[in-house]
């Protein structure tokens, strides 16, 4: 064991004559492994909401989306201008969606959603959001035989009293234009299925049916009013949408789901600053604990440091002596920070430990999503913070004169 080390073991597990040094050794590993560990919660709570927004955002729409600048009569040609985009790179599908709001009357109460309608060729990939089907299938949306058929968010469904198989009512605003102006119209459709994301927008606002259903039903023609581009990595989303720029043409524009998105994913990004500055805060304190703990024990170790520095002890491994005593603080304080921060973010995430309103959050519950790469950034920090702590008492320790120290012993 080097002398350093074993010296810096030794002040640290001796019992002292003075008991407040030890105290507020413990107080400095509390404190460093507190602030370690409400930073991995802080940061797997934004990780969490971030991950499961992104998530259940793309589940609706696409990582990028073909609209039209002004709104206008919808994007003709589209199957043309589909098939170039899908073979731009990183691009997996361009599936044509027509999408409008309308009143749907159910068996109980009646209220305002929006209506997608999407393609189901065979190939063209289901939205996410379809995937999470509680109840029905989608195979009467394929069937043209009877009533269409039209798959609802769960809180929809549960809001209009709607039913798997059964009818309901489409109401659509401006449905035709009649000799007094335009005139609402109305559209009986079969229930399908229910689907659950656990994103209460989409579960609470979304209903989707075929794409020529859809256009039947709002009187358009062979026209979409959105091309909707998957990606093999959502994260490519700014190079294809400068590709698809090229292709599209100026009548078109290309948005990414950051851009659609962006004032959310700000503020997520905006909390997440404001978290680590704050609670980053716990590790100032912890470091000067460990400041004052050093400190103190160079006032009580001088004698001890002077025979050291007589017995030929180079100002060096005193100041080593010191910088370790600190590391070993920050070291174990870190070290049980993560542990229970870990160990807290995965129950809390596999037990759904704090429900939330999803009228108000969109979730149901907290998520936290920890990531390994945090738990390095966070425990280098606590690290480098801890060792900073140390620089002033261990340079003060090199400073004592052995003559003075030692005169009167």
């Known amino acids: 064991m080097p002398f350093e080390f074993f010296v810096a073991t030794r002040y640290l597990r001796a019992k002292r004559k003075q008991v407040v040094i030890s ?23 934004t990780n969490g909401f971030s991950a499961t927004l992104q998530k259940n955002l793309l ?47 159910g068996p109980v109460r009646s209220t305002g959603a929006i209506i997608k309608g999407i393609s189901l060729a065979p190939g063209t990939p ?37 039913v798997v198989n059964k009818p309901l009512t489409l109401m659509i605003p401006q449905g035709y234009l009649g000799p007094a102006g ?20 989409v579960d609470n606002n979304w209903a ?17 009013n959105a091309i909707e581009l998957r990606l093999d990595d959502i994260y490519k989303a700014p190079e294809v949408e400068r590709e698809a720029e090229k292709v599209i043409g100026p009548r078109l524009e290309a948005i990414t789901w ?20 704050t609670i980053g805060l716990i590790q100032i304190v912890a470091a000067l604990n460990i400041l004052i ?18 017995m030929g002890a180079r100002a060096g491994q005193i100041r080593k002596i010191f910088v370790l005593e600190g590391a070993l603080i920050g070291v174990v304080g870190t070290a049980v920070g993560l542990t229970a921060g870990y160990i807290f973010c995965y129950f809390a995430n596999a037990y759904r430990l704090f429900p939330l309103d999803e009228s108000v959050y969109s979730l149901a ?29 261990a340079r003060s320790a090199t400073r004592i004169v052995p003559v003075e120290a030692l005169r009167y012993e």
């Open 59 to 105: 589940g609706a729409t696409a990582a990028v989306s073909i609209e039209e600048k002004e709104a206008g009569n919808g994007i003709e040609n589209w199957e043309q201008i589909a098939a170039k985009l899908a073979r731009l790179p990183h691009v997996t599908s361009a599936t044509p969606s027509l999408y409008d709001p309308a009143y749907i009357a």
């Open 258 to 277: 950051e851009e659609q998105n962006h004032q959310i994913l700000n503020a997520l990004k905006t909390e997440r600053i404001v978290t680590v500055i």
């Open 126 to 162: 289901i939205p996410d959001a379809l995937q999470h089907l509680k109840a029905g299938s989608l195979q009467p949306l394929r069937d043209s035989s009877g009533l269409p058929g039209i798959v609802l968010g769960a809180r929809l469904a549960a809001y209009t009293g709607a």
């Open 293 to 310: 703990t050093l400190v103190m024990m160079v006032m009580e170790k001088h004698r001890d440091i002077a025979l050291l520095m007589s």
């Open 365 to 393: 519950y907290v998520p936290f999503d920890s990531r390994w790469i945090d738990g390095v950034w966070i425990a280098a920090a606590a690290l480098a913070v801890s060792l900073i702590a140390t620089l002033y008492p």
């Open 23 to 45: 105290v507020i050794t413990v107080i400095s590993v509390i404190g460093v492994a507190a602030g370690v560990m409400a930073l991995v919660i802080a940061v797997a709570i």
């Open 208 to 224: 989707f049916t075929s794409l020529s259903v859809a256009q039947k039903t709002f009187g358009f023609e062979d026209v979409v």
């Open 182 to 201: 335009w005139q609402p119209s109305f559209k009986r459709f079969l229930v399908a299925g229910i689907f659950e994301t656990g994103f209460y927008d």
